[in-house]
């Protein structure tokens, strides 16, 4: 029975960190080298994410610098970015590449808003699904009789204080991201 909470306490962290990491993600105004982790860049016929192809500095707080380790990877990296979903237009000055993220307006910070609220209820549910799991497990040993009702009901509470907890933390997280978002 402990297995099965310790699998699901696992499983439930693992979710709230894949959020966490989402939220990392999504744009808020400020210049975060992670939105550029998921930019895969040309390199010689081989899509490799932008990360790997150069160095990447954060000069000023609205501003990316990416300096490629070949110089001729500067115009692959300016498409790969315009491609991408972030809404930037890099510039180039032949040894760098420039991303300059402008000022969100109020419709954009309330649809980020949106977007992040969308992921916390997914993250939930995915957090909610692995406690049905738990239970289900539970409940099949108690029909088994390979437990008591009492330490079924202890089981079953434990696994709901559980994922109280992991809900509290993508709710912190997402009140975190929506904080960051609103700042003007």
């Not at 990316?64 to 809404?87: T, Y």
């Not at 692995?130 to 390979?146: F, G, H, P, T």
Request: positive net charge.
């Amino acid at each position: 029975m402990k297995e099965i909470l310790d699998a699901s306490k696992e499983k439930m962290s693992k979710s709230v960190a894949v959020y966490q990491n989402e939220m990392t993600s999504l744009r808020a105004g400020r210049a975060n080298p992670r939105l550029l982790d998921r930019i895969m860049v040309d390199y010689y016929g081989t899509p490799t994410p932008l990360p790997q192809i150069g160095n990447i500095n954060v000069p000023e707080a609205r501003m990316i610098v990416i300096k490629p380790w070949e110089k001729k990877m500067i115009s692959a990296i300016e498409k790969a970015i315009q491609k991408s979903d972030l809404g930037l237009n890099p510039t180039n000055d032949g040894e760098v590449v420039r991303l300059v993220f402008p000022d969100l307006n109020e419709e954009r910070r309330k649809e980020l808003t949106k977007m992040a609220r969308k992921s916390a209820e997914g993250a939930k549910v995915a957090v909610r699904s692995i406690r049905r799991d738990a239970v289900e497990q539970i409940k099949k040993l108690k029909k088994d009789s390979l437990i008591t009702e009492d330490e079924q009901r202890k089981a079953e509470d434990d696994a709901q204080k559980i994922t109280d907890k992991a809900i509290k933390d993508i709710d912190g997280i997402c009140a975190a991201k929506e904080k960051e978002i609103m700042e003007v």
